[in-house]
């Protein structure tokens, strides 16, 4: 199994996203994300709020705390104050050039003191000429006073367009409360002070108009604005209000989502009392007319209680707001053109589906599940970041539903390459467990990719090794001590194999078949093999006493090991393998494991894994031989131990030359110098005297063997 299968298919992609879409856009049509969104949405507002160019035009008149205090202290009156103290602020946003007038301020009861008051008021509103009346509030509670427009309040008379089905998405109410006529029909605009907050209470989003008897009432922010330009004409279209050349994006409900400009007190603030002064100064003659300054040219006054214990505070999401600054937030974004676009409803689909095949997409070709949960939190954020984005563009993202599909579909990609990645460790441990080491197997698992089943062409440092006269060892022992023996045995010339990252092949009784550079690459192959070989017989020599004692045999181990090219892979049945190999070069090793016998040597390898052996390891030449079954010679070698080659062993390479050259005299007379230390030596006497008497006329230089 390699990474790539890690990798799911299409069909997991399309499947997967799918389930994510379908999820999300269920519980988004359901209302269930609802809550979370709003939140992730007021996260937006406080990143991005900014006043505007249009925020300088517009000035909030507190009736706050200090107002109260000083038209107490220097003109005797407590609260609630009389409509004559309403009135001199308005005129005083008159004398000072003020363009518009808004009044956030319920009028619907006559005073309680002199009825001269009230037409005092009017006549203000009325000298004011560009001033908007928050005064109405349309409801459905059927205890309201009004179901008709009031025979005594002039209608409005907004030059409005827009079909039936469309006006169908302004809010329509049944009932209303109206100030009473003297004031009601003295302001040139009559505005809906009723706003209905979000389900968690905070006022994201108003009703720009909304009707009532078939008349149209603006929000006061409207109003005022409407105030100043009465000719503009209001067309009511499928997704936006215009106003003019102003533009107001709603959504399906008909509201406005409100772009906020910062906190409490972003607009300019003013005390109600720096108006009501000047006024009772001019009234009172100790100041002209001309002293009055002409600071409001250009400026929409908005009037509003923002004293704490007049309670018209409203939860917005920058914090606690008066009731007035939503209403100047509302100017403000129709002076600027830029309320939040709500997107709809379509939109919100093909961005859910977007981000959620694309992420699914993407995680689900990534190659570990290391990269596949690095990417799930990039996926994460990612539409976080765009909704800001697209929130100072101006437009309402839908968060939640879209994190809610990527998450799910990718959720569920991750699981799946999870659980491929764990029958994938299932399957290589299980196949690979008998013959490579944990580390080896550990390096597997991290890296399947170097895995390649069914078979692969590859060089390999092939290992063979078989216990000598097995057969009568066998005979001699009960199947008891046979066995214990034997796993004895093979244990500890495994551990050195796989502690060499060599991998078993196989077991055939004693003999013992293994393999380097697959299933992983080794650079240094062939230096394994022959290192495993030098130790493995060192290793013997160290047990060999003990077996002696328990077994009563003497152990000795034939080592043969070629380098070359072999098929190597999962062999067998689709049901039942065998990690192997197979091809020439594997079956060269087998023969050299047998030769050893012919020169009364214990290891000998091939030309091709000598040549690939560092200084490090001390070599001798053998001879040239050809085993059965194979016609090319192959040039073969003894690894004698990691120190350097004995001095008696340069007669041996003498006598080698010798018998190269057919001179089986000279050849004897070198190799019986040391047929007593060097079993391979005595071995080429007797060769020599055979060939000897053989009288061999073509020769060539090499061993024949006649058996395996």
């Not at 992420?359 to 990039?378: D, G, H, K, P």
């Not at 060089?459 to 001699?476: C, N």
């Not at 299933?519 to 130790?535: F, G, M, Q, S, Y």
Request: proline share 5%; with cysteine; net charge negative.
């Amino acid at each position: 199994m390699t990474r790539h299968s890690l990798r799911l298919s299409w069909q997991d992609v399309i499947l997967h996203s799918a389930v994510g879409i379908i999820i999300a856009l269920l519980l988004w049509s359901s209302g269930l994300l609802d809550k979370i969104e709003l939140k992730t949405f007021d996260i937006r507002v406080n990143l991005n709020a900014t006043p505007s160019k249009a925020s300088k035009s517009i000035i909030i008149v507190g009736l706050d705390q200090i107002s109260l205090n000083w038209v107490e202290e220097n003109m005797g009156i407590t609260w609630p104050w009389p409509r004559q103290l309403y009135g001199a602020i308005i005129d005083n946003c008159k004398r000072r050039g003020a363009k518009a007038i808004g009044f956030d301020v319920i009028f619907t009861e006559y005073t309680s003191l002199e009825f001269g008051y009230d037409l005092y008021l009017k006549e203000s509103i009325e000298n004011s000429k560009n001033f908007a009346l928050g005064s109405v509030f349309l409801t459905r509670d059927r205890h309201a006073p009004y179901s008709e427009w009031p025979n005594d309040i002039p209608k409005p008379t907004f030059n409005i367009t827009g079909n039936n089905d469309i006006l169908a998405k302004i809010p329509s109410y049944p009932r209303a409360i109206f100030p009473i006529p003297e004031i009601g029909s003295a302001a040139k605009v009559l505005c809906n002070v009723q706003h209905q907050p979000d389900s968690d209470g905070i006022y994201r989003r108003i009703h720009p108009v909304a009707l009532f008897d078939g008349e149209l009432l603006p929000s006061l922010g409207v109003g005022m604005y409407l105030a100043n330009n009465p000719d503009a004409k209001i067309n009511i279209l499928k997704d936006k209000i215009t106003i003019g050349e102003k533009e107001i994006p709603i959504d399906s409900n008909g509201s406005a989502i409100l772009n906020y400009r910062g906190p409490a007190k972003t607009y300019t603030y003013s005390n109600a009392f720096k108006f009501i002064r000047p006024e009772y100064l001019l009234e009172n003659g100790e100041i002209t007319a001309d002293e009055i300054p002409q600071d409001l040219e250009n400026k929409y006054v908005l009037f509003g209680f923002t004293a704490a214990a007049l309670y018209d505070n409203k939860i917005s999401p920058m914090g606690v707001f008066p009731g007035t600054e939503i209403n100047a937030t509302v100017l403000d974004n129709l002076l600027s053109s830029d309320f939040i676009h709500p997107l709809p409803g379509k939109w919100v689909i093909v961005t859910v589906a977007f981000f959620t095949f694309i992420s699914t997409l993407i995680v689900s070709f990534l190659a570990s599940i290391r990269a596949q949960i690095f990417s799930a939190c990039m996926f994460f954020f990612l539409p976080a970041f765009v909704s800001i984005a697209m929130y100072r563009l101006g437009y309402a993202f839908a968060l939640v539903p879209v994190q809610v599909g990527v998450m799910t579909g990718i959720a569920i990609s991750i699981s799946k390459a999870y659980f491929i990645v764990q029958g994938q460790e299932k399957f290589i441990r299980h196949s690979f467990k008998h013959y490579l080491s944990p580390v080896v197997i550990d390096q597997l698992i991290n890296n399947p990719d170097r895995l390649k089943l069914g078979g692969e062409r590859k060089e390999l440092s092939i290992f063979f090794s078989d216990l000598e006269g097995f057969t009568k060892i066998s005979e001699g022992l009960d199947p008891e001590d046979l066995t214990q023996l034997l796993n004895e045995y093979l244990t500890a010339m495994t551990d050195i194999i796989l502690d060499e990252e060599g991998t078993v092949d196989k077991f055939e009784g004693d003999a013992i078949i293994a393999f380097w550079n697959a299933p992983l690459d080794i650079d240094n192959h062939a230096e394994k093999a022959v290192r495993t070989a030098l130790r493995s017989q060192q290793k013997l020599d160290e047990l060999r006493p003990h077996f002696l004692e328990q077994y009563g045999e003497k152990l000795h181990m034939r080592i043969g090991i070629n380098t070359g090219f072999a098929i190597v892979g999962n062999i067998g049945s689709s049901t039942r393998f065998d990690y192997s190999m197979l091809g020439d070069a594997v079956n060269l090793a087998a023969r050299l494991e047998g030769a050893n016998k012919y020169y009364n040597i214990y290891t000998m390898i091939s030309s091709s894994t000598f040549e690939r052996l560092s200084k490090d390891f001390h070599c001798r030449e053998l001879g040239r031989l050809r085993v059965v079954g194979r016609n090319e010679p192959v040039t073969v070698y003894e690894p004698l131990s990691f120190e350097k080659i004995p001095e008696g062993h340069q007669d041996f390479s003498r006598g080698l030359d010798f018998f190269y050259t057919g001179d089986f005299t000279s050849a004897f007379e070198a190799f019986k110098c040391q047929e007593n230390e060097d079993p391979a030596a005595k071995a080429y006497c007797v060769k020599c005297k055979e060939l000897q008497r053989k009288q061999v006329d073509d020769w060539a230089g090499i061993w024949e063997l006649d058996s395996k």
